[in-house]
Nanobody, 128 residues
Framework: QVQLVESGGGLVQAGGSLRLSCAAS????????MAWFRQAPGKEREFVAT????????YYADSVKGRFTISRDNAKNTMYLQMNSLMPEDTAVYYC?????????????????????WGQGTQVTVFS
């Protein structure tokens, strides 16, 4: 059974930091892109960041660029999201996604429909 399990969410004051982890089991994602998405109350799920299969390429939503860093450790089958300078508008449930194979030209995707596997989400709440 393939599972993606997020952890590291919590309650943090504005300006603080959190590090999310996404641990995969049941299959390897080392040859595929992965991504983070988030969904705030009353809003649609939105793209946060994506990373290529080897971590060599990354892409961020404008809203988090310069504050968040996505990374992965294929040996541990785990992806991370380091979140710094958190703001109340970052409050959301954060989901990891995996399984975008892509091609030699298209290494990553910000489209949720391109990912086959999803975690259950971890809550991040930022208070001012």
């Amino acid at each position: 059974q393939v599972q993606l399990v997020e952890s590291g969410g919590g309650l943090v004051q504005a300006g603080g930091s959190l590090r999310l982890s996404c641990a995969a089991s049941g299959r390897t994602f080392s040859n595929e892109a992965m991504a983070w998405f988030r969904q705030a109350p009353g809003k649609e799920r939105e793209f946060v960041a994506t990373i290529s299969w080897n971590g060599g390429s990354t892409y961020y939503a404008d809203s988090v660029k310069g504050r968040f860093t996505i990374s992965r450790d294929n040996a541990k089958n785990t992806m991370y999201l380091q979140m710094n300078s958190l703001m109340p508008e970052d409050t959301a449930v954060y989901y990891c996604a995996g399984g975008f194979l892509g091609s030699s030209i298209v290494l990553m995707s910000e489209a949720a429909d391109d990912y086959d596997y999803w975690g259950q989400g971890t809550q991040v709440t930022v208070f001012s």
